[in-house]
């Protein structure tokens, strides 16, 4: 797989699933392991807007603090 797709499509891909999914590719190899590990910040960003977790994909973190109060966010 990594040899012939480009990362940024294997980072759309995996900006679809869930977090689970996500966590069970870490465990197929340690490439793929190391992957998500380098680009956990994209592909985590990429999930939020797909299930709405933000508004849009010019969210800031002060925004998402905004609209999604709780005591994860202090």
Same mark, same amino acid.
């Given at each position: 797989? +990594?040899? /012939?797709?480009?990362? /940024?499509? @294997?980072? %759309?891909?995996?900006? +679809?699933?869930? @977090?689970? $999914? #996500?966590?069970?590719?870490?465990? #197929? $190899? !340690?490439?793929? *392991?190391? +992957?998500?590990?380098? *680009? /956990?910040? #994209?592909?985590? %960003?990429?999930?939020? @807007?797909?299930? *709405? +977790?933000?508004? *849009?994909s ?5 925004? #998402?603090?905004? /609209?999604?109060?709780? !005591?994860?966010?202090?």
């Amino acid at each position: 797989m +990594f040899d /012939e797709l480009p990362p /940024e499509l @294997i980072l %759309r891909i995996l900006g +679809f699933l869930d @977090i689970q $999914s #996500v966590h069970d590719c870490q465990l #197929v $190899s !340690p490439i793929w *392991n190391h +992957f998500i590990k380098l *680009n /956990e910040i #994209v592909i985590y %960003r990429a999930m939020a @807007i797909q299930h *709405n +977790f933000v508004s *849009n994909s010019d969210s800031s973190l002060d925004d #998402v603090k905004t /609209e999604l109060p709780g !005591p994860w966010m202090a």
